[in-house]
């Protein structure tokens, strides 16, 4: 949605959006396939396209970002590309999630929020904690394993009763504005604040940070394009391990809605006013 809205710039070369897909490899690199193994046509897989195209009937991907599917569906794969190894990779490369570890997820009831909570609690954290903007999101995100779900408005009070006061170890936010400067109010010694979003669309903050060094506190970003482009072997090592999680039924995508590829502008119109829950995707054909 943001891509869409322009808040991250035009990229190099996109004229379509839409950056995870799945579906059946019809053509593989060179004529023949040359340059490109472990892959074949007709393969069902699911890809994550750093340049996008994915709204579309067929999309080029570099082969070194498509997946085999493991055992999920075509159309739970669609969903899985960018969300997934984005949990992930904020949880286990950014945030270092470590067993027994406390985390607190904002959006908590969105796509990568939902899958996160599920993805914390298969990689061990000790207790998962959700944010969100409405009573209603806060009842639906449950599910997902969270120990407690508060609406983000006052949570700092919250999560401290909820933890002994102590705080959490781990803030994953991709919220931003007053959401994240409270985060560190929450933040156990040696905790990480993982940013990996700006879905509040504040201007950028302007941080203390002796709060940091004094605790042997982190502050750690995640941004899979920019992994992707810098990366690519790390992003390879972080896609196969949420995909198979999701594959053995230890995560679950919860998808909520289905539209035509035509009607993708009612998609980004709930999108963009923050009333969608779990995950969205578009059905091609
Ligand atoms: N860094 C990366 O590599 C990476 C990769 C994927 C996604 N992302 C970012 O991560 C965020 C979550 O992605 P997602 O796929 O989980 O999206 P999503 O399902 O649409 O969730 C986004 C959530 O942001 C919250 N939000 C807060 N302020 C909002 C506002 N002004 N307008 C709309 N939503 C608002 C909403 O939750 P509440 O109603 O609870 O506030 C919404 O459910 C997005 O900002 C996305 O850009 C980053």
Redesign the pocket.
């Known amino acids: 949605?943001?891509h869409r809205l322009g808040d991250f710039g035009q990229p190099e070369g996109e004229t379509v959006t839409g950056l995870e897909v799945s579906g059946q490899i019809v053509g593989l690199g060179e004529p023949g396939g040359g340059g490109v193994s472990g892959l074949a046509v007709g393969d069902a897989v699911v890809a994550y396209l750093s340049d996008g195209g994915g709204y579309a009937e067929y999309a080029v991907a570099p082969a070194s970002l498509v997946f085999p599917l493991g055992g999920l569906g075509l159309r739970t794969g669609g969903a899985a590309a960018?969300?997934l190894t984005?949990a992930y990779?904020?949880l286990a490369g950014a945030a270092r999630i470590a067993p027994g570890d406390t985390v607190l997820i904002?959006?908590?009831?969105?796509?990568?929020?939902s899958a996160a909570a599920q993805l914390a609690r298969a990689l061990g954290a000790g207790a998962v904690y959700g944010?969100?903007?409405?009573p209603e999101?806060a009842e639906y995100a449950r599910r997902f394993g969270y120990e407690a779900v508060f609406v983000?408005e006052g949570f700092v009070d919250a999560v401290r009763e909820a933890t002994g006061g102590r705080g959490v170890d781990i803030v994953l936010d991709?919220?931003g504005g007053p959401t994240r400067l409270a985060s560190f109010d929450v933040l156990a010694p040696f905790g990480r604040v993982a940013v990996?979003?700006?879905?509040?669309?504040h201007p950028d903050l302007h941080l203390p940070v002796l709060a940091l060094w004094k605790n042997n506190r982190t502050l750690t970003g995640?941004?899979?394009?920019d992994?992707a482009r810098r990366d690519p072997a790390l992003l390879r090592t972080h896609a196969p391990r949420s995909l198979s999680l999701a594959a053995s039924g230890a995560v679950r995508i919860d998808i909520t809605d289905e539209y035509l590829l035509e009607n993708a502008a009612e998609a980004h119109r709930v999108?963009?006013?923050?009333a969608?829950?779990?995950?969205a995707v578009l059905k091609v054909s």
């Open positions: 949605m943001q960018l969300v984005t990779g904020v904002h959006a908590a009831a969105g796509g990568v929020g944010t969100v903007s409405t999101k983000r991709p919220v990996y979003g700006e879905a509040a669309r995640y941004n899979i394009g992994l999108l963009q006013a923050g969608n829950r779990g995950k």
